[in-house]
């Protein structure tokens, strides 16, 4: 029994052993079918909308800075003492046309004017003496029989003409006088504004003297530079040699008052005949009228200075496609969708106005997409032609692709053959 068991032990292992390996061989050799699913094709999901031929109503955008139609420096024309300052005359103070707005020391204009009225009645005396004397020697002169028109010297002729000289010059003196003591009201030359004060009472000032400086307060101008690939779609007032084409060309303008949005209309007067040597744009001027709204009531002024943006009504662009700016790539590419197999397609198009929310495109260009070609207004960074994706056009749902193959699921498991004895 000992050598049995012993024979046992150690043929047990080896009997285990080899079992064990010839399973491993046979799972190797027959391993278990593993389940297979091919899974469906990830589409891209991407927002579309169909081209439409629309009407384009232009808006060109520009900017600029609010200027007065007129700027003067006041200078007297007479010398003296300001006796007198308006409390319009400060900066920013209204003034009306002709008011006054400084008053000069009178007194020397005054005397000026007595003194030439005295003068002009001595002239006018001494007229009267010398007409006198050149009748009586007229009438001499035929006393003594003599026959024909006396000489000039006979008759008084220059001495007549002298005092009569001599009595323009004085009414000339006495009309000066005048206008001196009339020039000692400093009067506004127009309906405006001040915009600095130099002088003040009790100050001495001369012919030259700068009193301050106003400006007209009736409209402002403003110079709008003009993109050159817009400017083709504006009616533009433009002058020639010996006529002008006026155009009523419309300018909404835009800024900020007291942190309040306010908004101006005014019209495009007059193009500048130059054109800007750094941007190479042509500068049109606007012209608003009434800025401050003296005649509108609550109206917020548009004042000098004021940076203002603004648009310019153009001719209205017709059988267009507006597309939207987040759909246009580098270099004017779109990307389109075709169907119904919703591929895209990359196409490069050729804007005629643009700005930062879209860009219009003329739908008769030969490059142009045709129209109801869906466009897609999904950003892509790396699109690629004949990519396909799964499109919402217009906020219609996508419909859902079925899987291209099958499912299969199949599991195997190692077969336990069974043997019947045999005898």
């Not at 003297?209 to 779609?233: H, K, M, N, S, W």
């Not at 490069?348 to 643009?354: F, G, I, M, Y």
């Amino acid at each position: 029994m000992s050598l049995f068991f012993k024979i046992l032990r150690v043929l047990l292992p080896v009997f285990i052993l080899a079992a064990c390996a010839w399973w491993v061989v046979w799972l190797v050799s027959n391993p278990p079918e593993q389940e297979r699913v091919t899974a469906p094709v990830s589409l891209v999901r991407v927002e579309g909308t169909v081209l439409k031929k629309t009407r384009y109503e232009m808006r060109v955008k520009s900017q600029g800075t609010v200027q007065p139609r007129t700027r003067s420096t006041l200078l007297p024309e007479v010398a003296g003492r300001i006796m007198e300052v308006s409390p319009s005359f400060r900066p920013g103070g209204f003034f009306e046309k002709d008011a006054v707005l400084i008053r000069l020391d009178p007194t020397d204009y005054e005397a000026a004017i007595t003194i030439a009225k005295a003068e002009l009645a001595q002239s006018e005396v001494n007229v009267a003496e010398e007409e006198a004397r050149a009748q009586q020697a007229i009438e001499n002169w035929r006393a003594l029989g003599r026959s024909g028109d006396p000489s000039s010297l006979v008759s008084r002729a220059p001495q007549l003409a002298l005092a009569r000289a001599n009595l323009a010059a004085a009414k000339a003196r006495v009309t000066r006088a005048e206008r001196d003591l009339e020039r000692t009201w400093i009067r506004a030359p127009y309906q405006g504004q001040v915009l600095e004060q130099n002088v003040d009472v009790g100050q001495f000032v001369s012919q030259g003297t700068t009193l301050g400086t106003i400006f007209a307060v009736d409209y402002v101008e403003v110079r709008l530079p003009l993109p050159e690939r817009e400017r083709q779609f504006l009616k533009l007032p433009q002058p020639f040699r010996d006529r002008a084409i006026d155009a009523m060309t419309k300018v909404e303008l835009r800024s900020s008052v007291t942190g309040k949005a306010a908004t101006w209309t005014g019209q495009i007067i007059r193009v500048e005949s130059n054109i800007d040597q750094q941007t190479r744009q042509t500068m049109a001027v606007a012209q608003i009228i009434d800025p401050y709204g003296s005649s509108r009531g609550t109206y917020l002024p548009l004042t000098i200075g004021s940076f203002v943006e603004a648009e310019i009504e153009g001719d209205p662009l017709e059988n267009v496609y507006v597309i939207p700016r987040q759909a246009v790539r580098a270099g004017n590419e779109i990307i389109l969708i075709d169907r119904p197999q919703n591929t895209l397609r990359r196409v490069t198009v050729e804007p005629l106005v643009s700005n930062e929310k879209h860009i219009v495109i003329s739908a008769s260009s030969m490059l142009t997409p045709p129209d109801g070609a869906v466009l897609c207004i999904t950003p892509i960074p790396f699109p690629a032609d004949g990519a396909r994706v799964l499109p919402t056009i217009d906020g219609a749902a996508p419909a859902l692709e079925k899987p291209h193959a099958d499912v299969r699921k199949e599991s195997s498991k190692p077969a336990i053959l069974s043997q019947k004895s045999q005898s």
